[in-house]
C-alpha cells in the first residue's frame, strides 16, 4: 500500500530552527508537497520538490531525496505564528496525492 | 489572480436532511476541482474530484455525490445525512497541469446532529 509517515507532534521555542520529517512509500513519484494548515483552518501552499535538493523559500526550506523516500520541511527563525499543523502530500504514478496525516508543531516563547 | 470561494463556513443539519455544499473558483479556466473531508485530527480524505464539466471521479463509496454544472463551480451533495458525515469540507482547484499545487477554500465545517 501507499504510506506518508510524519512525526504527531513537535515543540520548538520561539527564534529557533525546526525540521519536520516525511518519509513515503508510494506507487511511483511525481513530486512531493508541504502545506501549512492553522488550526481550524484550511490548509495553504508552501512548497513543491520533484528534483532532489534543496528549494529555499524565506525562513521556509524543503529538500528531498528521492532515493530514499525522504524530505524534510526546515523553519527558521520561528515566530509564534508558525504554530500549526504541516502536511506532507506526495504525487504518485498516477497523479494522485497521497496525504500524510499531518504534524503538529507548538512553538513556545 | 485566482480565488476560490466555498460557503457556507458553518453547518449544522440533523441526520436525515440534504445538503448542499457549493464552490466556485474564479480567475482560471477549466481547472481540476477537488472534495476532500477533514475529520478530527485525521489527515485530508479525497472525496470526488473533477477534470472537466460532468467528469466526476468517486474516490470513496458514501452517500454523497458531487456535480460540475459549470467550469468553474463544483457542488458536494447528500439527499440524507448520517452523523458520520461531520467534519471539515474542503473544496481545491489546480491548474491542469500534473505538477500544479493544490489551492484550498477556507472549508466548511459541517456537524451533523
Same mark, same amino acid.
Given at each position: 500500500?501507499?504510506? /506518508?509517515?510524519?512525526?504527531?507532534?513537535?515543540?520548538?521555542?520561539?527564534?529557533? /530552527?525546526?525540521?519536520?520529517?516525511?518519509?513515503?512509500?508510494?506507487?511511483?513519484?511525481?513530486?512531493?508537497?508541504? +502545506?501549512?494548515?492553522?488550526?481550524?483552518?484550511?490548509?495553504? $501552499?508552501?512548497? +513543491?520538490?520533484?528534483?532532489?535538493?534543496?528549494?529555499? !523559500?524565506?525562513? $521556509?526550506?524543503?529538500?528531498?531525496?528521492?532515493?530514499?523516500?525522504?524530505? +524534510?520541511?526546515? &523553519?527558521?527563525?520561528?515566530?509564534?505564528?508558525?504554530?500549526?499543523?504541516?502536511?506532507?502530500?506526495? !504525487?504518485?504514478?498516477?497523479?494522485?496525492?497521497?496525504?500524510?496525516?499531518?504534524?503538529?508543531?507548538?512553538?513556545?516563547? | 489572480?485566482?480565488?476560490?470561494?466555498?460557503?457556507?463556513?458553518?453547518?449544522?443539519?440533523?441526520?436525515?436532511?440534504?445538503?448542499?455544499?457549493?464552490?466556485?473558483?474564479?480567475?482560471?479556466?477549466?481547472?481540476? #476541482? +477537488?472534495?476532500?473531508?477533514?475529520?478530527?485530527?485525521?489527515? #485530508?480524505?479525497?472525496?470526488?474530484?473533477?477534470?472537466? /464539466?460532468?467528469? /466526476?471521479?468517486?474516490?470513496?463509496?458514501?452517500?454523497?455525490?458531487?456535480?460540475?454544472?459549470?467550469?468553474?463551480?463544483?457542488?458536494?451533495?447528500? !439527499? !440524507?445525512?448520517?452523523?458520520?458525515?461531520?467534519? $471539515?469540507? &474542503?473544496?481545491?482547484?489546480?491548474?491542469?497541469?500534473?505538477?500544479?499545487?493544490?489551492? $484550498?477554500?477556507?472549508?466548511?465545517?459541517?456537524?451533523?446532529?
Amino acid at each position: 500500500g501507499q504510506n /506518508i509517515d510524519q512525526p504527531t507532534e513537535m515543540t520548538a521555542t520561539e527564534g529557533a /530552527i525546526v525540521q519536520i520529517n516525511c518519509t513515503y512509500q508510494t506507487s511511483g513519484f511525481n513530486g512531493l508537497f508541504w +502545506y501549512q494548515q492553522h488550526a481550524g483552518e484550511a490548509p495553504t $501552499f508552501l512548497s +513543491y520538490n520533484v528534483l532532489d535538493g534543496l528549494e529555499e !523559500k524565506g525562513r $521556509f526550506s524543503s529538500f528531498l531525496s528521492r532515493s530514499k523516500g525522504y524530505s +524534510y520541511l526546515l &523553519l527558521k527563525e520561528l515566530q509564534m505564528k508558525d504554530s500549526a499543523s504541516y502536511l506532507c502530500a506526495v !504525487k504518485d504514478s498516477n497523479y494522485q496525492l497521497i496525504w500524510g496525516a499531518g504534524t503538529k508543531l507548538i512553538i513556545k516563547p | 489572480s485566482q480565488t476560490i470561494h466555498q460557503w457556507p463556513a458553518t453547518l449544522v443539519q440533523p441526520v436525515g436532511s440534504p445538503l448542499s455544499l457549493e464552490c466556485t473558483v474564479e480567475g482560471t479556466s477549466n481547472p481540476n #476541482l +477537488y472534495w476532500y473531508r477533514q475529520a478530527a485530527g485525521r489527515g #485530508l480524505q479525497l472525496l470526488f474530484y473533477s477534470v472537466g /464539466i460532468g467528469q /466526476i471521479s468517486s474516490e470513496v463509496p458514501q452517500n454523497l455525490s458531487a456535480s460540475r454544472p459549470q467550469d468553474r463551480q463544483f457542488i458536494l451533495s447528500s !439527499k !440524507k445525512l448520517l452523523l458520520s458525515d461531520s467534519g $471539515f469540507y &474542503l473544496c481545491a482547484w489546480s491548474e491542469s497541469s500534473e505538477y500544479s499545487p493544490l489551492h $484550498f477554500g477556507n472549508g466548511t465545517r459541517l456537524t451533523v446532529t
